[in-house]
């Protein structure tokens, strides 16, 4: 009996938790905003989520914001030869009825310039996320330790990156 309520507590928080990270506004569906843990006093990060599209017509993202940095811009990382490139995009396409996750080391992710304190694994913080269509979206974007997921977004990638 307590093995079987354990379960369904423990069954009950995992649904929470993930139906905690899910985001709809209008045809988008937003999940798993994350952001990378900062070591000492790095002072840039990035962000990672994934956006479905279920909607006819596309959208955008053309916009994020945060209390918790000075600076919050979109960028795309691409591998050109040997070479990998990072630059800052206006926008992020959202073609109809697909699916764009942002992940660590590869295409689009949001960058965290100027963070007004460190970024520290289990924490959470908000952040705005404003789309064409769809317009300005809140978000809760969890902080994880950036060692368990590779190396790109921890900010020294992006310590020398200028605008």
Same mark, same amino acid.
């Given at each position: 009996?307590?093995?079987?309520?354990?379960?369904?507590?423990?069954?009950?928080?995992?649904?929470?938790?993930? !139906?905690?990270?899910? %985001?709809?506004?209008?045809? &988008?569906?937003? $999940?798993?905003?994350? +952001?990378?843990?900062?070591?000492?006093?790095?002072?840039?990060?990035?962000?990672?989520?994934?956006?479905?599209?279920?909607?006819?017509?596309?959208?955008?993202?053309?916009?994020?914001?945060?209390?918790?940095?000075?600076?919050?811009?979109?960028?795309?990382?691409?591998?050109?030869?040997?070479?990998? !490139?990072?630059?800052? %995009?206006?926008?992020?396409? &959202?073609?109809? $009825?697909?699916?764009? +996750?942002?992940?660590?080391?590869?295409?689009?992710?949001?960058?965290?310039?100027?963070?007004?304190?460190?970024?520290?694994?289990?924490?959470?913080?908000?952040?705005?996320?404003?789309?064409?269509?769809?317009?300005?979206?809140?978000?809760?974007?969890?902080?994880?330790?950036?060692?368990?997921?590779?190396?790109?977004?921890?900010?020294?990638?992006?310590?020398?990156?200028?605008?």
């Amino acid at each position: 009996m307590i093995k079987r309520l354990a379960f369904s507590f423990f069954t009950l928080l995992m649904m929470v938790n993930v !139906k905690a990270h899910t %985001v709809k506004a209008g045809s &988008l569906v937003i $999940e798993h905003a994350h +952001a990378r843990a900062t070591v000492g006093s790095m002072p840039n990060s990035a962000a990672f989520l994934q956006v479905s599209n279920k909607g006819k017509s596309d959208d955008a993202l053309i916009s994020a914001s945060t209390t918790i940095a000075d600076r919050v811009e979109l960028h795309t990382m691409s591998m050109e030869g040997d070479v990998m !490139k990072m630059r800052s %995009v206006e926008s992020v396409e &959202l073609k109809a $009825e697909t699916s764009l +996750a942002m992940k660590p080391g590869q295409g689009p992710h949001i960058m965290l310039f100027g963070l007004k304190k460190p970024l520290k694994a289990g924490e959470k913080f908000p952040m705005t996320l404003t789309f064409r269509k769809a317009g300005a979206v809140n978000v809760s974007v969890e902080v994880m330790d950036f060692t368990a997921h590779g190396n790109h977004g921890s900010g020294n990638a992006h310590e020398e990156h200028k605008h």
